[in-house]
């Protein structure tokens, strides 16, 4: 069986929101033993994800464990206001 491939594109308001949601998500790895793979890209604010794997019932896993940290990182930026720019002094 080939692999169930699912991509998906998530727009925020800002390139700025985009990358606080890219950093907060990408650290969590799909675990091993699911058999499925997360692929996160950044583009200006557009955060792009793609899921892949053999069985469907473990994608789904996934893309709702998914939806639901990304639920929660937008209700946390709306919350709390979009973030500060970053600056780093030399």
Excluded: C, W
Aim: charged letters at 25%; aromatic letters at 8%; zero cysteines.
């Amino acid at each position: 069986m080939s692999d169930l491939k699912v991509d998906l594109s998530v727009p925020f308001p800002s390139a700025r929101e985009a990358e606080v949601a890219y950093q907060v998500l990408r650290v969590d790895k799909e675990p091993s033993r699911s058999g499925v793979t997360k692929k996160l890209t950044l583009n200006d604010n557009i955060l792009e994800v793609s899921y892949s794997g053999k069985e469907a019932r473990k994608v789904r896993v996934a893309l709702t464990s998914f939806f639901d940290n990304i639920l929660l990182v937008t209700e946390t930026i709306q919350r709390f206001g979009p973030p500060e720019p970053t600056y780093t002094h030399y």
